[in-house]
């Protein structure tokens, strides 16, 4: 449970709450725990009486497109596994493809050989930019 007490209006009370909780799963990541507890937060305001606390409720309020807030923020991240992927399935994705290829490959201890050998191979439609790009970035 957190609790903030408010007597002025703070137009970054949800970026200050979400710096807090994320404080707190840092502090429980390093004291090495597996799990990362429930965090409930309520603001108690007792500011000026005449005015009506002007900010939304609703955290998805808060974002330019609030529908879009709901999707992007109802999970924490979404996974691309690109350990998965099926090399000749990503090369024919054209240029983000290539892109994934190249980064699921250069961990892989034989990643300039193995570049050298599929640069022959690859499709035809992949920009000669994204291939020095992609190839600078590794």
């Not at 807090?20 to 004291?31: D, M």
């Not at 409720?57 to 992007?72: E, N, Q, T």
Request: glycine share 6%; proline share 4%.
């Amino acid at each position: 449970l957190h609790v903030e007490q408010e007597r002025n209006i703070d137009p970054t009370i949800i970026e200050r709450t979400l710096r807090y909780k994320v404080g707190l799963f840092t502090k429980c990541r390093k004291q090495k725990q597996k799990k990362l507890p429930v965090v409930f937060t309520f603001v108690l305001y007792n500011g000026n009486k005449r005015k009506k606390y002007p900010y939304h409720l609703d955290k998805y309020d808060y974002f330019s497109l609030p529908w879009m807030a709901k999707l992007a923020m109802g999970s924490f991240f979404g996974l691309i596994n690109l350990n998965e992927a099926v090399d000749q399935e990503l090369m024919q994705q054209g240029d983000g493809g290539f892109v994934e290829l190249l980064l699921k490959r250069v961990g892989s201890r034989n990643f300039t050989l193995w570049l050298q050998q599929e640069r022959e191979h690859l499709p035809k439609n992949i920009s000669p930019e994204i291939i020095d790009a992609s190839i600078a970035y590794i």
